[in-house]
């Protein structure tokens, strides 16, 4: 019988492969639709129950926000350009495209 290590998946990558192993598509801050930002700048800042299931799977398509166990959250390319673009407000600056 053959044993894996503990915590190796097939990918090779110690990881099971997953959702957030996909690459975001490119896509500016000013592509989003006013929902879509919303619905980002509130799940960078935690779980957002309102999140309507439409909006969800848009963001998921974009690579914006992954499927986890409690629901939908943010992906790091999604927390990426919201900070992006949150910084670029601060500094007076037009937030980069992704």
Known sequence: ????????GRNGTGRAPDAAAIPAVAVGW???STEERTALKRMNRGPY???AD????????LGL???REGGVGISRAGRELVIATLLA????AAPETT
């Open 49 to 51: 129950s309102g999140l």
């Open 1 to 8: 019988m053959v044993r894996r290590k503990s915590g190796t």
């Open 54 to 61: 439409g909006v969800a799977e848009q963001l998921i398509a």
């Open 89 to 92: 407000a601060r500094d007076g």
């Open 65 to 67: 926000a992954t499927r």
């Open 30 to 32: 000013d592509d989003l």
